[in-house]
């Protein structure tokens, strides 16, 4: 089993001290039922690989009764996938021989641990359910994720992939420490059989490794079900991972009752926001959609805008009015559901699309929770009914992703009118329109959140309601228009 990691920072040759492993050396440490390899393939100032090499001893798992439960065939205990695919015999080793790295120091340049470096990963046979459950793992991550099938015998053809993956991992600006507790924690979760008894110390571990990314990984629930395996553990370890995140990120120290139930799984949620899941009548729905759409696409005809960002594009309803638009060059649609994106490439068929058309767009899976550099260098973004898909908590890290280190020319942003939802006779006080969202602003909330920010970035802010105007409760939805100062 082969883990390689490389970069082309500058010196590349950084990631020597950064795993405190001497490029020039080859160096082995003993794992349980095993040796880990550390090697350099490349090492040369413009680029450096580091390479994990696995070497499990199949017949030592035998012995201490942890190989494979032998049930499918007589030898399958000595015969198996153990040493040849990722599972968590890597997290050990990764543990083992890159303890420091993972832990964020390095006594002789402690400036290195928080460089954001561009890295590589490729893990040479990983199992998983299919290439898409590894684009939902590690695309909200802010990867650029690529997967090779395997068949399962490349001379019968007709006996179709096996079900191990080569993935590669590639992220522009990314600390290694976090590539690495990335690795740690979804490669066993993939695999799905671990090899030691799960008890409270993994929960521990899960706690320690995800504190800072798995709180907004929309398959949260999914990882730490699988990572631990045992439902007892599960909940009470949910539970601290998003209280844990609210007191990070929001000086809230109670962890109201609610957000318990905030672990729900987020990508079916998610899935059905476009089924009408929904407090608001169809129509009236799809009425305020098409008219807030019309509206945001004619702001962003207005100001000229050559290259456009659309936020959440959901299934691409915008960036299908925003192609009709000739003065725009280029759309990057971006969205944390591979579900949603992969609808949009159908209702926009992408497939059957004339080139120069085709070349316009992008279609990337992302989440606004996570720096991206490719959201950099854009004349306007829209941000159409998303933040209120984020938990409230996290919003602090979307302006950060967004106005700080992004920085578009101009942003529109919508979010919902919760003044409004009087008007919705199935919705009781205090209810949201739609079953995924964390909360929903009236239009003092949301004027006085849009000025904080468009302070604290240099930008200038008019808040403006959007929609049919009711004289008591205002529009159904709300519109702030952000235009960078200089
Ligand atoms: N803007 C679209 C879709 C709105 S629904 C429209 O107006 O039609 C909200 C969208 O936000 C969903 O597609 C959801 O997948 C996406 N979303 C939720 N959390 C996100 C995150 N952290 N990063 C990026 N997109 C997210």
Request: net charge negative; glycine share 6%; with cysteine.
């Amino acid at each position: 089993m082969l883990l390689t990691i490389s970069t082309t920072h500058q010196p590349a040759t950084d990631l020597g001290y950064l795993l405190h492993k001497n490029p020039a050396r080859l160096q082995s440490v003993d794992i349980a039922y095993g040796q880990a390899h550390v090697f350099y393939p490349e090492a040369s100032a413009t680029r450096c690989t580091v390479a994990l090499l696995l070497d499990i001893d199949t017949v030592a798992l035998v012995r201490n009764h942890r190989g494979p439960a032998g049930e499918g065939f007589a030898l399958e205990q000595y015969v198996n996938d153990r040493p040849y695919v990722a599972s968590s015999f890597l997290s050990t080793a990764l543990v083992k021989a890159f303890n420091t790295a993972m832990n964020g120091t390095c006594k002789d340049r402690p400036d290195l641990p928080e460089a954001l470096l561009p890295l590589e990963a490729t893990v040479a046979a990983l199992p998983a359910a299919s290439a898409e459950q590894l684009h939902r793992l590690f695309a909200p991550l802010g990867y650029e994720v690529e997967t090779d099938a395997h068949p399962l015998d490349p001379t019968v053809p007709a006996w179709g992939d096996s079900r191990y993956y080569t993935l590669r991992l590639r992220h522009a600006a990314r600390r290694l420490r976090d590539l690495l507790t990335h690795l740690y924690v979804l490669i066993p979760v993939l695999d799905n059989d671990k090899h030691y008894w799960i008890g409270p110390a993994e929960a521990e571990k899960l706690l320690h490794r995800g504190a800072e990314w798995l709180p907004q990984h929309p398959d949260r629930e999914f990882i730490t079900r699988r990572y631990l395996r045992f439902a007892e553990y599960v909940n009470p370890t949910l539970k601290r991972l998003l209280s844990a995140d609210e007191a990070a990120t929001d000086d809230v120290l109670e962890v109201e009752p609610q957000v318990a139930e905030i672990a729900t799984d987020e990508t079916t949620a998610l899935t059905h926001a476009a089924s009408g899941n929904n407090a608001e009548p169809a129509a009236e729905k799809q009425k305020l959609h098409d008219l807030r759409l019309a509206r945001i696409a004619e702001e962003i005809r207005r100001v000229g805008a050559k290259r456009v960002l659309d936020l959440g594009c959901g299934e691409g309803k915008l960036v299908r009015r925003l192609l009709q638009q000739p003065q725009i060059e280029h759309i990057l649609g971006m969205d944390v559901s591979y579900q949603e994106l992969l609808r949009a490439q159908e209702r926009l068929h992408l497939a059957e699309m004339p080139p120069r058309q085709r070349e316009r767009l992008s279609l990337v899976q992302g989440s606004l929770l996570y720096h991206d550099p490719r959201l950099a260098g854009f004349d306007a973004a829209a941000v159409v009914e998303v933040i209120e898909h984020l938990d409230e908590g996290r919003l602090a890290a979307f302006e950060q992703v967004l106005f700080a280190r992004a920085r578009p020319g101009v942003v529109f942003l919508t979010t919902p009118n919760a003044t409004y939802n009087q008007k919705f006779e199935k919705l009781s006080a205090g209810q949201f329109r739609h079953s995924d969202h964390r909360f929903e602003w009236t239009e003092a909330q949301f004027s006085t959140w849009a000025a904080e920010v468009a302070a604290r970035h240099g930008y200038q802010v008019r808040v403006e309601p959007l929609g049919p105007h009711d004289a008591q409760v205002g529009a159904p939805s709300q519109l702030a228009v952000f235009e960078r100062i200089g």
